[in-house]
Nanobody
């Protein structure tokens, strides 16, 4: 499975960005997906996750109400819509997949495949 993240960039505080993660080489519709981020000098942390059909989603407390995860199985892509961005959202964002399609997991160790990361920088 290959995951290609895109859509990062520079935004002002209060602005929006949408990240995309295109999957290939596997069965995307049988995977649950997650977004993680790694701020400078910190460990990678959970942001959001979604089950195979989008029926269940979960978010880190720090992004609830501002970020929305979604997926389109027809084009093998998962999205992260980020609104009301804050400087503390600055990080490299990674998408990840796991072969269990039905459950949400927040630990990096429980994901099988990772994308290369896309940088998000939010200025104050």
């Amino acid at each position: 499975v290959q995951l290609q993240a895109s859509g990062g960039g520079l935004a002002q505080a209060g602005g929006s960005l949408r990240l995309s993660c295109a999957a290939s080489g596997g069965t995307f519709s049988r995977s649950s997906m997650g977004w993680f981020r790694q701020p400078p000098g910190k460990e990678r942390q959970f942001v959001a996750a979604i089950t195979w059909n989008g029926g269940v989603t979960d978010y880190a407390d720090s992004v609830k109400g501002r970020f929305t995860i979604s997926r389109d199985n027809a084009v093998n892509t998962v999205y992260l819509q980020m609104n009301s961005l804050k400087p503390e959202d600055t990080a490299v964002y990674y998408c990840a997949s796991r072969s269990d399609p039905f459950s949400i997991r927040k630990s990096t160790a429980q994901y099988n495949y990772w994308g290369q990361g896309t940088q998000v920088t939010v200025s104050s």
